[in-house]
């Protein structure tokens, strides 16, 4: 798959949201610290089981990307290896998109529910998405506002699986996906 200037730049963005602690490269502690620190952010005690299913489903994205992008075998990821892994078809396709996001999604959902209605609101949206990513709460709100296609304050799971979905795989750069991350390097 060649991969085009768009995007590159989004490719470039999620890998900046995997890189927890901004070292310029992606590793197992990014994983387990981000899963960590969402965790916290939402309460859930050490021995919680919803803590502990978010880290389980957060090192086992790990080992996928370490499986198809770690070309060097030094148990970390480098962007020109995320964006190779990605061009070759490693990581991310039409056939795998569903199962490999669906569960770890349907637990972010799950725990960042503070009011139980199985959705998320806008001020849910900024607390996981920050304390996991560490989204700017401005590109938070607002990716939440792309995110609220039908206009009710609400997203669910299924929300961010199509804009996951055409993050990956829609060129259109006003599309619901495109926001996904908030803004895109240059």
Request: with cysteine.
């Amino acid at each position: 798959m060649e991969i085009g200037n768009f995007l590159r730049r989004k490719l470039e963005r999620r890998f900046q949201t995997f890189d927890f602690d901004g070292d310029g490269r992606i590793e197992r502690a990014d994983f387990a610290t981000s899963a960590t620190a969402l965790a916290d952010e939402c309460g859930l005690g050490a021995d919680s089981p919803d803590r502990k299913r978010l880290l389980e489903l957060s090192l086992g994205l790990w080992e996928l990307l370490a499986q198809a992008a770690d070309t060097t075998g030094d148990g970390t990821i480098d962007l020109h290896e995320y964006q190779r892994a990605f061009a070759d078809g490693l990581l991310v396709t039409e056939e795998t998109f569903e199962q490999g996001y669906r569960p770890f999604l349907e637990t972010i959902v799950a725990i960042a529910d503070t009011d139980g209605s199985g959705r998320l609101d806008a001020e849910e949206h900024v607390r996981w998405t920050g304390a996991l990513m560490h989204l700017p709460e401005a590109d938070a709100r607002e990716i939440h506002r792309r995110l609220d296609t039908d206009g009710d304050g609400q997203i669910g799971t299924d929300d961010l699986l199509t804009a996951i979905h055409d993050y990956y795989f829609d060129d259109d750069p006003d599309g619901v996906g495109s926001w996904l991350l908030g803004r895109l390097p240059s």
